[in-house]
């Protein structure tokens, strides 16, 4: 609706009179409001346009006039009363629906916004554009599928709009249909090559399978957007893959600078630092200056607990992370919780769910409540874990994506343990760091850490994988040379790596190394600057071979069963990746680090009692490869036995991990309990 008037042919004075004389005339005071609000002062044609909708509350002009003029002041929450004042007088009218969808939106009230539309729709079936915004508004309330449906008869009428095929490939992969939302990024950048958010999704979309492409998409929305911290920060991530540390970091911080307030960026900054050779005292700073920024602003708002302060009850446990689905974390963690012993504790999953999967279901099945906390903000979050009376919240990889450090930094629980950080958190909220003694040597570590060390026999639990093919025999007496192999990502292979694998190749004559990670060495730019590396370190490029990117585990490995001998990287070691290795029969040099990142594979080694495959120093880590190269039968021997040995051992008896874990959270209640008294 327009105001419609101009204020060169319209005189109040005569208005104002009457009003003295008549104070109840609404339709006076409303044309005072419209007079007053088309010569400019719409603040002050608030006051009788509220005194004519005051003065004749079953009138639905004076509620549209009023919802009008507090739209134009931008104050939506009280225009979307007062237009639903007016729909509730006249119901009838679809443009009355519309502004007041118009103005719940504006509010942020989108789902109520998508049921003042559904009304208009009723009204005028025949009007597209209603169905449209009825779209936009379901889109943002979460409604995906309702608003597919919508957007897509929109898209019939109006195919060359990009803002609509963008919006309707948003929805789509809400609802995980990955391939129709990637076309529909195309489409956008189709119509229009500079839709910066469209170049970015799609990079998001394909950067597993092509991250060369998806780097050139980033490249693209930053220079149309210099200053965008989504292109910045994944752009970031791409060289990190690509093994451009040194470049990833630099655009980390510039993410940073952009964005400080962006936690989740500023936490990928604190990874990417635990890749490279960083001292322990400058790698805690900065996990000291996140906290600063973005845990402490939410210190004031932890309260105390009124948990029963019983040392022997049943403890509320409860597991907040964003892996619960088919991840290397979650799987491990879905055995620790099956194997919780449930008369001493309760189990609630907070999960911060994407694309839920079979694991999902399945640690969703074995779980006493299951949380989806993807719709609850910070402060919701933290209330539904205080209001579930949780004792102890473990925090699952705290600085990884999406898993909500920031929520628990308001201490919704009286214990808080980080379990599988690559790093300490850094928060002085955070009681316990779960690890154990290979980990972090008892007296030993140089590592610096915000939480008291809460230790365990062995940290990592995993499972048996059972679609892995049969141990092979050893490859290096058909192939005639030794073959050394690493399938962890290029970020950890840098020059001091490189440096000592070359020296075993030199050492070991006709030996390959085989490297493969998801799709990257697949980037032709990849594998020359992989193999110019090694070639300035007199290795020919030949004998770096190169395994592809088919996602099919059982595929993944036998390619690994192809492979001798494992060389870990340093300082961040292979976690899974020597799993798997070590299940296939391959052992594993790994050269022991000062930091939890370079300590994981010492840890699966030392519960295997393989301490001989650890390494104190480069020249060691060497000596390990070369003499073990030069000893098929012990190679042999190890391929047959590393299996069973595994199968034999704490790694995969989720009931002993569960009670040594369930022993030390005993402890730790009963201190608190203690200091309770």
């Known amino acids: 609706m327009r105001l419609g008037m101009t204020a060169a042919t319209l005189d109040p004075r005569p208005l104002r009179r009457a009003l003295v004389e008549e104070p109840q005339l609404a339709l006076a005071w409303q044309r005072l409001g419209l007079m007053t609000a088309a010569g400019g002062d719409v603040a002050t044609a608030l006051t009788p346009l509220r005194r004519a909708a005051s003065s004749a509350p079953d009138l639905p002009a004076p509620w549209e006039n009023l919802g009008l003029a507090l739209g134009v002041l931008g104050r939506w929450p009280e225009a979307a009363a007062a237009y639903g004042t007016a729909f509730g007088l006249r119901s009838d009218r679809a443009d009355l629906a519309a502004a007041l969808a118009d103005a719940l939106n504006r509010s942020g009230r989108h789902a109520d916004a998508a049921s003042a539309l559904d009304r208009a729709v009723a009204l005028t079936p025949a009007d597209a554009k209603l169905r449209q915004a009825r779209g936009l508004a379901r889109a943002m309330s979460g409604d995906a599928a309702g608003a597919t449906t919508d957007l897509g008869g929109a898209l019939a009428a109006e195919p060359q709009a990009a803002p609509l095929h963008y919006v309707l490939a948003q929805c789509r992969l809400r609802l995980s249909r990955v391939v129709p939302a990637e076309e529909g990024y195309r489409r956008v950048l189709a119509l229009d090559a500079q839709f910066t958010d469209a170049l970015i999704n799609l990079g998001v979309l394909v950067q597993a399978r092509d991250g060369s492409f998806a780097r050139r998409l980033f490249r693209r929305s930053i220079a149309l957007a210099p200053a965008n911290v989504a292109a910045t920060a994944n752009l970031a991530l791409i060289e990190m893959n690509l093994g451009r540390m040194d470049e990833a970091i630099r655009r980390l911080r510039r993410a940073v600078d952009l964005a400080p307030e962006a936690a989740d960026t500023h936490s990928n900054l604190l990874l990417a630092l635990g890749y490279v050779d960083i001292d322990v005292d400058t790698l805690f700073a900065a996990h000291r200056r996140w906290e600063a920024r973005h845990a402490a602003p939410a210190y004031p708002f932890i309260r105390p607990w009124t948990n029963d302060p019983d040392p022997e009850r049943r403890l509320r446990v409860g597991y907040l992370s964003a892996d619960l689905f088919n991840h290397s974390l979650g799987t491990n963690v879905a055995g620790l919780i099956q194997g919780h012993d449930r008369d001493q504790v309760e189990v609630t999953c907070y999960a911060e769910i994407g694309r839920p999967d079979e694991m999902t279901d399945h640690i969703r099945s074995i779980s006493d409540r299951f949380v989806e906390t993807q719709e609850l903000d910070d402060a919701a979050l933290a209330g539904r874990i205080r209001d579930d009376a949780i004792d102890i919240l473990v925090v699952l990889a705290g600085h990884t994506a999406r898993n909500r450090l920031t929520a628990a930094a308001r201490k919704p629980a009286p214990i808080m343990v980080s379990y599988a950080e690559f790093s300490t958190s850094g928060l002085s909220v955070m009681d316990y760091w779960l690890t154990d003694p290979a980990i972090h040597p008892e007296g030993a570590t140089e590592e610096r850490f915000t939480e008291t060390l809460m230790r365990i026999p062995m940290l990592v639990l995993h499972r ?106 340093f300082p961040f070691n292979g976690c899974t990746t020597t799993f798997e290795a070590l299940w296939m029969g391959v052992p594993v040099v790994t050269l022991a680090g000062r930091r939890w990142l370079g300590r994981m594979s010492t840890s699966f080694l030392t519960r295997l009692g393989h301490t001989e495959l650890i390494a104190s120093s480069p020249d060691e880590y060497v000596k390990i490869a070369c003499e073990l190269a030069a000893d098929l039968d012990r190679l042999a021997t190890l391929r047959q036995t590393l299996r069973p040995r595994i199968l034999a051992s704490p790694l995969c008896d989720n009931a002993m991990y569960a009670r040594s874990i369930e022993h030390e959270f005993r402890k730790a209640w009963r201190r608190w309990c203690r200091d309770r008294r």
């Open 464 to 569: 048996p994988i059972d679609v892995a093919p049969a141990v092979s025999p050893l490859p290096a007496p058909f192939r005639g040379h030794v073959t050394f192999g690493s399938f962890n990502n290029p970020a950890k292979i840098g020059d001091q790596v490189v440096d000592l694998w070359a020296r075993i190749l030199r050492q070991v004559p006709q030996s390959r190394l085989m490297l493969k990670y998801r799709t990257v060495y697949e980037v032709q730019d990849v594998r020359d600057r992989i193999r110019r590396m090694f070639a300035e370190r007199g290795v020919e490029p030949e004998r770096i071979v190169f395994g592809g990117g088919n996602p099919d585990r059982t595929l993944h490995l036998t390619l690994v069963s192809e492979v001798d001998i494992g060389l870990d990287p």
